[in-house]
C-alpha cells in the first residue's frame, strides 16, 4: 500500500539547521509533486513546499522562503526539506503529503505521512 | 493569499445526527476546495476534494458541496469514529491555505 513515512524530526536551537527525509512506497514516487505541510501544537495546518514529479519546480510559503529548501531523490523514493536559520515558530509537526494525481502540483494531499515533531528552543 | 474561514469552530452532535460545516473563502475559487478529517495524534486524511468528488475509501455519508466562495462538507448520520477535527482548503492557488478547523466533539 502507498505509505509514507518521515524522519528527522527532534530538538534544534534557533538558527541552527535539520533535514527531514521522507521515505515513499507503494507507488511510483517519479510520478508525483510532494508536498511538506506542517501543524504548530494543537493549531492548524500551515502548507510549506511543494516539487514538482521531476524536481524542476518548487514553490515555497513566504514564511519559510530563503530559509527552507525542498529537494527529492527519484532513485532512492526519498523526498527532503533542508530547514536552516530555524525560528521558534518553526516548532510543528512536520508531514509529508502525496499530490493526489499524477503529474500535477495541485495542492490536494493524499496519502499524507504521520509526521515528525520539530521543536526549536534554546 | 486567499483566506478560508470556517464554521462553526467547533459543533457538539450526537450519534445519527445530520451535520453540515460550511468553509467560505476571500475569493472566488470555483470548485478548488477540500475537506480532511484528522483525529488527535494522527495525520490528516482526504475526504472530498474538488468540492464534492468522494475520495476512494470514504463513506457515502460524507458529501461536499458547493462552488465559488462557499462550500459545504455534510455528513448523513454521523458515527462514532466521525468525532474528529475537520479542515477545509483551497487548492485554487499558492500557497494552498486552510480554514482553522471545526472539532466535532459528541454531545
Known amino acids: 500500500q502507498v505509505q509514507l513515512v518521515e524522519s528527522g524530526g527532534g530538538v534544534v536551537h534557533p538558527g541552527r539547521s535539520l533535514r527531514l527525509s521522507c521515505a515513499a512506497s507503494?507507488?511510483?514516487?517519479?510520478?508525483?509533486?510532494m508536498h511538506w505541510v506542517r501543524q504548530a501544537p494543537g493549531k492548524g495546518l500551515e502548507w510549506v513546499a511543494v516539487?514538482?514529479?521531476?524536481?524542476?519546480?518548487?514553490h515555497y510559503a513566504d514564511s519559510v522562503k530563503g530559509r527552507f529548501t525542498i529537494s527529492r531523490d527519484n532513485s532512492k523514493d526519498t523526498l527532503y526539506v533542508q530547514m536552516s536559520s530555524l525560528r521558534p515558530e518553526d516548532t510543528a509537526v512536520y508531514y509529508c503529503a502525496r499530490a493526489r494525481f499524477r503529474g500535477t502540483v495541485a495542492g490536494i494531499f493524499d496519502p499524507w505521512g504521520q509526521g515528525t515533531l520539530v521543536t526549536v528552543s534554546s | 493569499d486567499i483566506q478560508m474561514t470556517q464554521s462553526p469552530s467547533s459543533l457538539s452532535a450526537s450519534v445519527g445526527d445530520r451535520v453540515t460545516i460550511t468553509c467560505r473563502a476571500s475569493?472566488?475559487?470555483?470548485?478548488?476546495l477540500n475537506w480532511y478529517q484528522q483525529k488527535p495524534g494522527k495525520a490528516p486524511k482526504l475526504l472530498i476534494y474538488g468540492a464534492s468528488s468522494l475520495q476512494s475509501g470514504v463513506p457515502s455519508r460524507f458529501s461536499g458541496s458547493g462552488s465559488g466562495a462557499d462550500c459545504t462538507l455534510t455528513i448523513s448520520s454521523l458515527q462514532p469514529e466521525d468525532f474528529a477535527t475537520y479542515f477545509c482548503?483551497?487548492?485554487?492557488?499558492?500557497?494552498?491555505?486552510f480554514g482553522q478547523g471545526t472539532k466535532l466533539e459528541i454531545k
Open positions: 516539487i514538482s514529479f521531476d524536481g524542476s519546480n518548487k
Open positions: 507503494g507507488f511510483t514516487f517519479s510520478n508525483y509533486a
Open positions: 482548503q483551497q487548492s485554487y492557488s499558492a500557497p494552498n491555505t
Open positions: 475569493q472566488n475559487i470555483s470548485r478548488h
